[in-house]
């Protein structure tokens, strides 16, 4: 086994990153928001916020955070999160639909693919 991920493994999982990342920064009501979208741990706001699985996730993996630094496990950790997020989105007819073209359905065939595959 070689211990060293190719490199193409690891971009490819951070492209895949960015489209969660639009949709999650365009559900977002951040009228509310005291931070302007930056997760405060110490802030009780925003431990009881209804949108904290998003402002967690996007603080985590904003395209200013270097993927160079992040572990491709944790890449598909947060690609597995992501998934949950879209998936959340869809309505029935998406899933009932065995290969279904909008956006949503796209991705996630990508996602599933490349995490699958290495598995
Ligand atoms: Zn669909």
Do not use: I
């Amino acid at each position: 086994m070689n211990a060293d991920k190719p490199a193409w493994d690891k971009a490819q999982l951070a492209d895949l990153l960015a489209y969660p990342r639009r949709k999650m920064r365009d559900n977002m009501d951040v009228r509310f928001c005291p931070h302007a979208v930056f997760y405060n741990p110490v802030d009780e706001r925003c431990l009881y916020c209804h949108q904290d699985m998003e402002c967690k996730w996007l603080n985590r993996n904003d395209e200013l955070v270097s993927t160079e630094e992040k572990s491709t496990e944790e890449l598909r950790r947060e690609l597995t999160k992501a998934m949950d997020y879209v998936e959340a989105q869809l309505t029935a007819a998406h899933l009932n639909r065995r290969s279904c073209g909008c956006d949503n359905c796209v991705w996630l065939g990508k996602v599933r693919k490349v995490l699958g595959q290495q598995q």
